[in-house]
C-alpha cells in the first residue's frame, strides 16, 4: 500500500475516534512531510519497503530536524512530530498493511514543559479596552474565552443550542469528543444575552454567510485587538487561556481546581501553572 492511500485511511480512523480537527490536520502534516521527503531522497513511497532505519534517518535528516524556515524545532515541535510517525506507523501496523511497525524504536525527547505565555495584568487591562471598541462578535467571543478558560477551538463549536443562558450554563464540547456543562457568570451571560438576541438555532459565532467562524478567522480578528492592545507578536488566542489559569491558581493556590475548570483529563498537564 502507498504511504498516501495508506494516510488517507489512517485520517477517517481519526475522526471516527473522535480527535479534534486541529490533532486530524497536524497528523496529516506531519505523515505528508514525511512522505515528501521520502520522494525527494528516493525512499520508497510502499508501506513495505519503508523500516526503522528509514525513519531514524528522516528524524536526523534537515527536514525532520527544522522548520520549512530552516530554524531548529523546538523540542515540543520536535515530540509532536515524532507521536505523529509513530501513530501513523503503528496504525498501519496493526491495520496489517505492514508486516512491522517502521516508527516501533522512535522515541520521544526528555522536554520541559512550556511555560505558560499568560497576559500580565497590564496587558490583560489594554486588551480589554480593545474589546470594548470591538465588535459585539469578537468581544463576546474573547471575553468567553478569557472568563472562562475555553479554547477557541471550543468557543467556535458552540450552537445556540448548546447554550441555557437564563440558567447561566452552556455544553461544550472538549477534546476526545467529550461534552461538559460549564457555569458561566453573570457579566459573560449578559454578554452572550445581547449578543445572540432572538437567535434560536445555528452557531453561535458566525462568519460571512452566517457560516461558522473558522479558527483562522478567529485567529486573524485576535491578531488585529492584540496589535491594537500592544501585545506582544507571539500572543494567540491560547494565551487567554493561559491568562484565566494563572489568575485562577495565583487567587487561589489550589491546583485541583484550575484542573477542573480547564477541564484536564491529567493533573500533569495543569502542574505548569504551579511550576
Known sequence: MQLQEALASFLIQLEADGRSQHTIKQYQRHVRLFAS????????ALL????????????????????????????????????????FFGFCHEAGWARKNAARLLRRAIAPPPTPRALSEAEESRFIAALDEATPRDRTLFTLMLKTGIRLSTALALDIEDLDLEGGFMDIWLKGNR????????????????????????????????MRLGARQAQRRFRTLSTTA????????????????????????????????????????TMIYAR
Not at 461534552?179 to 462568519?207: W, Y
Open 179 to 210: 461534552q461538559e456543562r460549564m457555569e458561566i457568570d453573570e457579566h459573560v451571560m449578559n454578554l452572550m444575552i445581547a449578543f445572540v438576541g432572538k437567535r434560536s438555532q445555528g452557531p453561535t459565532f458566525c462568519g460571512q454567510g452566517g
Open 230 to 269: 500592544q501585545l506582544p507578536e507571539k500572543a494567540t488566542p491560547h494565551a487567554l487561556r493561559h491568562t484565566f489559569a494563572t489568575k485562577l491558581y495565583r487567587s487561589t493556590r489550589d491546583i485541583l481546581r484550575v484542573k477542573n475548570a480547564l477541564r484536564h483529563r491529567s493533573i500533569e498537564s
Open 37 to 44: 521527503w521520502c520522494a525527494e531522497f528516493g525512499h520508497s
Open 48 to 87: 513495505q519497503g519503508i523500516d526503522e532505519p528509514t525513519v531514524a534517518k528522516f528524524f536526523v535528516s534537515d527536514t525532520g530536524k527544522n522548520t520549512a524556515k530552516g530554524k531548529k524545532r523546538k523540542a515540543t515541535a520536535a515530540n509532536a512530530l515524532r507521536t505523529s510517525i509513530r501513530v
